[in-house]
């Protein structure tokens, strides 16, 4: 007799909007069934592996980036970069969606942001794209059309819908709107549609005059200033105040002292670079510094060069560039918290290899103290506290006896716990705007790592840490929303009001607390209340009710509602599996369903865009989907 979950009745919790039928029941999954998928999905996992022990994953291709990629190496050299600008501009035109605009991933519905930048690589290679159709290779996705004869038309024709208008006014408006106060992205975007001639006759009069003088100020006075762009974009701003003030200065005396700073900061970006040339590894910031600093009249500088050498190098072979190189530390810690403890691991090779990159000195582009991990093993990585976090986890996972290091990494968390008690990404104390403030998501993964690591520390330590606990408790407590769920901050969903992701939000907290010492039951409650009603007829989950259902969000949601069985068979203990029935409720047992039906048969899971880069940028890892779909079915079958 096999053993099934058993599915039937509603789901509690608030009412869901959207195509949601709490009381639909699929057909129940079998013991057999969940465990054949879940070792397709394992050995998948651990199929991606490179070839020295560890993941790098892959992230999507991205229009956004390559025709910010297109344009800075048209402006350093378009002779010299012509192919790679021609390939950049194959793979843009192929990526058009059927509606004339583009979004910033191959799976991503058209935006305002991408369209318009889009439509500056077109504008920066003159006449000869105009009248260009698709390459016989383009594979149409979703959103695409068939070839038509005049793109450009057609994307000015979408960009007509989103600004209204083609003139600066209006572009510059939409852009506001979109933005609001943080310049971090708005002034980049804005520069390059002045480069690419799309601002009309005086376009440097509609960019914003970023304040890059203030870079020369002590770091520790950064956090107090009214700066309109995020901590970690002080490149940005210095190269897109420059060029603009170059074609457009200030009235005196401002004039004057910027003409005083403008040789005194280039030294500052060319300290903060990495060696490899690519500022935090990422294609659009390292582009717009490019462009800007060319354009400003620095294209002869070692930072430049540096900088064209990263963009060349990343150019994939369909002509392409991702938002970012790789997630590799990311990917790899999430990747080993979510296996079984008996998966065939090199545990030393990978403690070695993540403790390898903790950070010994005070990076120079945040100014954060040593001891925290960034997302990648490249030289552009910085360290944040949701890697910081991830890598102590995976620490204490291999069986890690290096309690120095942890304790470097858990004091580097401390020191960034801002006064709301909350644990913010990479500043402490830079909260005017969204990518700087403290964060549920990010607080509850530390959480975690604290809970794991808090009885190998010093007794000095393990009680700065128990009040650092408390205040993240009261932190998530306040963050909550009436409803039950929680926000996360560099996470989203393309199909959700808001482009929020309360799934993953309310889904990490949950997983965060239901395992903490003196975990307060009130708001896990609440929290699983609010995943229950979330949950999709299909029996997934997407970023929020009605939104379409993905690996990543159906397998964070089981994770977070999965627990101890309701019941269990006569002479059975909770756990065991075995003749009889186990009982999770109706929402897991349908969550696993929804897991088990659509995972390939070689353990394959379709990405979704997920992930957000600085001023919600849209990007999906190759990678998230499965980590996430292990991870649950290794708990529900463990359980």
């Known amino acids: 007799m096999s053993t099934h979950f058993q599915t039937g009745g509603g789901s509690g919790g608030p009412a869901a909007t959207g195509p949601v039928e709490s009381r639909r029941d699929p057909a129940p999954t079998s013991v057999s069934g969940i465990a054949g998928a879940y070792d397709r999905a394992l050995r998948r996992l651990l199929a991606e592996r490179v070839t020295a022990g560890h993941w790098e994953g892959c992230l999507s291709s991205s229009a956004l980036a390559s025709a910010i990629a297109v344009v800075a190496l048209a402006q350093h050299d378009p002779v010299g970069h012509a192919d790679r600008i021609r390939r950049g501009l194959d793979f843009i035109i192929s990526d058009i969606n059927d509606d004339g605009g583009w979004g910033d991933s191959p799976e991503s519905p058209s935006n305002l942001t991408a369209t318009i930048l889009c439509w500056c690589a077109l504008g920066c290679s003159g006449a000869s794209v105009k009248r260009r159709s698709f390459p016989d290779t383009a594979q149409p996705s979703a959103h695409r059309a068939a070839a038509t004869p005049d793109i450009e038309a057609r994307a000015e024709a979408r960009l007509r819908q989103f600004a209204g208008g083609l003139d600066a006014a209006s572009l510059r408006a939409a852009i506001e709107k979109r933005y609001g106060d943080d310049r971090t992205f708005a002034a980049p975007i804005l520069t390059m549609c002045a480069l690419t001639g799309r601002l009309g006759s005086d376009p440097w009069r509609h960019v914003f005059q970023l304040p890059f003088e203030f870079a020369l100020m002590p770091n520790q006075l950064f956090k107090w200033l009214n700066i309109t762009v995020v901590s970690y974009a002080l490149p940005a701003l210095i190269a897109i105040g420059l060029v603009r003030h170059k074609h457009h200065p200030s009235p005196a005396p401002l004039r004057w002292l910027r003409d005083w700073a403008t040789p005194r900061v280039l030294p500052i970006v060319e300290q903060m670079q990495p060696s490899n040339g690519g500022f935090e590894e990422a294609t659009p910031l390292t582009a717009f510094v490019t462009m800007s600093l060319v354009a400003a009249g620095d294209r002869d500088s070692l930072t430049v060069r540096r900088a064209v050498d990263f963009l060349v190098n990343s150019q994939r072979a369909d002509g392409s560039w991702p938002i970012d190189t790789n997630l590799a530390t990311w990917v790899t810690t999430l990747s080993i918290n979510a296996l079984p403890d008996d998966a065939p691991l090199d545990e030393d090779h990978l403690c070695n290899w993540l403790l390898g990159q903790q950070q010994n000195e005070q990076h120079p582009l945040t100014f954060g103290a040593p001891g925290g991990w960034g997302w990648s093993d490249l030289p552009g ?259």
């Open 381 to 639: 990585s910085m360290p944040d506290a949701d890697d910081t976090a991830g890598v102590l986890l995976a620490l204490r996972r291999l069986d890690s006896t290096n309690a120095a290091a942890a304790g470097k990494g858990i004091r580097w968390l401390l020191d960034l716990q801002n006064r709301d008690g909350g644990i913010p990404t990479f500043s402490k104390g830079w909260g005017k705007l969204p990518f700087d403030r403290s964060c549920p998501d990010i607080t509850a993964h530390a959480l975690r790592a604290f809970d794991v690591w808090r009885d190998e520390m010093p007794a000095t330590l393990q009680r700065e840490m128990d009040a650092a606990v408390r205040g993240m408790v009261r932190y998530l407590h306040t963050s909550q929303r009436q409803d039950g769920s929680w926000v996360p901050l560099w996470f989203g969903n393309q199909y959700t009001t808001d482009e929020e992701n309360p799934t993953y939000g309310t889904a990490q907290v949950v997983i965060a607390l239901r395992d903490l010492r003196d975990a307060p039951a009130d708001l896990i409650a609440s929290g699983r209340k609010w995943l229950t009603g979330a949950q999709n007829a299909d029996g997934g989950w997407g970023g929020g009710p009605g939104a379409p259902s993905s690996f990543e969000e159906t397998a964070l949601a089981v994770r977070g509602l999965v627990q101890c069985p309701r019941s269990k068979v006569q002479g059975q203990k909770t756990g065991d599996i075995g003749p009889g029935t186990l009982d999770f409720g109706p929402s897991v047992d349908r969550g696993v369903a929804w897991l088990v039906e659509r995972l390939g048969p070689e353990g394959e899971c379709e990405p979704v865009p997920i992930g957000l880069y600085f001023a919600k940028l849209w990007y999906s890892e190759r990678l998230y989907g499965l980590i996430h779909t292990v991870a649950a079915l290794r708990e529900v079958l463990s359980r």
